[in-house]
């Protein structure tokens, strides 16, 4: 975990020992609208805090509590609770920044803080920092953590991690996916996991009105050769149209993406009037994240994102400027 240092490890172990030990409450929080990657790290950890004794226990996520279908059935749910108790540390887990956990940033500062993530952006909002921008997930950082407290995978435990990895990686198609990746995930698979229904499950299952809303969104898609930019968008309207939970459109900007002539890829996800979740990727020679994070958002390198404000035209004015510079 080439930047995390060993006293990293032994301040975030240490914390994790002592406040199971005392009996004292622990909270786990990932990052609004949680994809597998943050539900994944998230429950993995707190299924290993509960077999290495911890007591009270609870995972919460900001904002709307409405889980994607793919992870309704997810190993470990019953730590999620909405109204968690006053917590006396805290792990935050695949949340760049403090905007991304929501009223729960209020208890930085407060309570000591571990922070496991993977973001380049990362904003130095912990206390202990567990974050590697070279690890393919936050559950690569999250499956170490757990080898370091000396609990054994087990299946419940290993399910979560792998749907983590794989979410992150693309099914291992993404650049970060290096030897230690798959290493990590045959050792996952060591414990009876069933690589192909958790694939179906978590990515090729939509309900049929998904297929509708893909041809449209992709039919309105717009190149511009001359930015090298592919971009297109999803209206709260195309949800309600096919009557859609917004978990559909994840994995969508992947067909914009394979545009040939484009090497940025835009899409945007409206969440409310006047605002939209923008989606970025690159085929490679642009620094998405850059422009993410100059827009308010964060990211990586190949894939990136932020919240918009304003009409899509606007959105995607601000962006051609942030890629210009």
């Given at each position: 975990?080439?930047?995390?240092?060993?006293?990293?490890?032994?301040?975030?172990?240490?914390?994790?020992?002592?406040?199971?030990?005392?009996?004292?409450?622990?909270?786990?929080?990932?990052?609004?609208?949680?994809?597998?990657?943050?539900?994944?790290?998230m429950l993995a950890v707190?299924?290993?805090?509960?077999?290495?004794?911890?007591?009270?226990?609870?995972?919460?996520?900001?904002?709307?509590?409405?889980?994607?279908?793919?992870?309704?059935?997810?190993?470990?749910?019953?730590?999620?609770?909405?109204?968690?108790?006053?917590?006396?540390?805290?792990?935050?887990?695949?949340?760049?920044?403090?905007?991304?956990?929501?009223?729960?940033?209020?208890?930085?500062?407060?309570?000591?803080?571990?922070?496991l993530d993977h973001h380049?952006?990362?904003?130095?909002?912990?206390?202990?920092?567990?974050?590697?921008?070279?690890?393919?997930?936050?559950?690569?950082?999250?499956?170490?953590?757990?080898?370091?407290?000396?609990?054994?995978?087990?299946?419940?435990?290993?399910?979560?991690?792998?749907?983590?990895?794989?979410?992150?990686?693309?099914?291992?198609?993404?650049?970060?996916?290096?030897?230690?990746?798959?290493?990590?995930?045959?050792?996952?698979?060591?414990?009876?996991?069933?690589?192909?229904?958790?694939?179906?499950?978590?990515?090729?299952?939509?309900?049929?009105?998904?297929?509708?809303?893909?041809?449209?969104?992709?039919?309105?898609?717009?190149?511009?050769?001359?930015?090298?930019?592919?971009?297109?968008?999803?209206?709260?309207?195309?949800?309600?149209?096919?009557?859609?939970?917004?978990?559909?459109?994840?994995?969508?900007?992947?067909?914009?993406?394979?545009?040939?002539?484009?090497?940025?890829?835009?899409?945007?996800?409206?969440?409310?009037?006047?605002?939209?979740?923008?989606?970025?990727?690159?085929?490679?020679?642009?620094?998405v994240s850059r422009v993410?994070?100059?827009?308010?958002?964060?990211?990586?390198?190949?894939?990136?994102?932020?919240?918009?404000?304003?009409?899509?035209?606007?959105?995607?004015?601000?962006?051609?400027?942030?890629?210009?510079?």
């Open positions: 975990m080439g930047e995390i240092t060993e006293d990293q490890w032994a301040a975030a172990t240490g914390a994790l020992r002592t406040a199971v030990a005392a009996g004292d409450p622990i909270l786990l929080v990932c990052h609004v609208n949680p994809d597998g990657d943050a539900l994944g790290s707190g299924q290993a805090l509960r077999k290495l004794g911890a007591t009270r226990l609870q995972a919460t996520f900001p904002g709307p509590q409405d889980l994607p279908e793919p992870f309704v059935a997810l190993p470990g749910l019953d730590l999620l609770v909405t109204a968690p108790e006053p917590p006396a540390l805290v792990v935050t887990l695949d949340a760049a920044a403090e905007s991304r956990l929501g009223a729960y940033a209020e208890l930085l500062g407060k309570v000591p803080v571990i922070v380049a952006s990362y904003t130095g909002f912990g206390d202990i920092d567990l974050v590697d921008s070279g690890a393919a997930a936050t559950a690569v950082v999250a499956a170490e953590l757990i080898a370091r407290l000396g609990v054994p995978l087990d299946q419940g435990i290993a399910e979560c991690l792998y749907i983590g990895v794989i979410t992150d990686t693309g099914s291992f198609k993404y650049a970060l996916t290096t030897p230690a990746v798959h290493r990590l995930a045959a050792d996952l698979l060591e414990t009876g996991l069933n690589p192909g229904e958790i694939s179906r499950r978590v990515f090729d299952t939509r309900p049929f009105g998904a297929v509708k809303l893909y041809g449209e969104v992709l039919g309105r898609a717009v190149l511009e050769p001359e930015n090298a930019l592919v971009w297109s968008t999803a209206s709260l309207a195309d949800l309600e149209r096919h009557h859609l939970a917004p978990y559909v459109l994840e994995g969508l900007i992947d067909g914009i993406r394979c545009a040939a002539e484009a090497d940025v890829a835009c899409l945007l996800k409206q969440v409310g009037p006047a605002e939209w979740s923008v989606s970025m990727r690159t085929r490679g020679g642009t620094d993410a994070v100059a827009l308010g958002g964060g990211g990586h390198r190949a894939a990136a994102g932020f919240t918009g404000h304003g009409t899509p035209e606007e959105i995607m004015g601000r962006i051609r400027d942030a890629l210009g510079e």
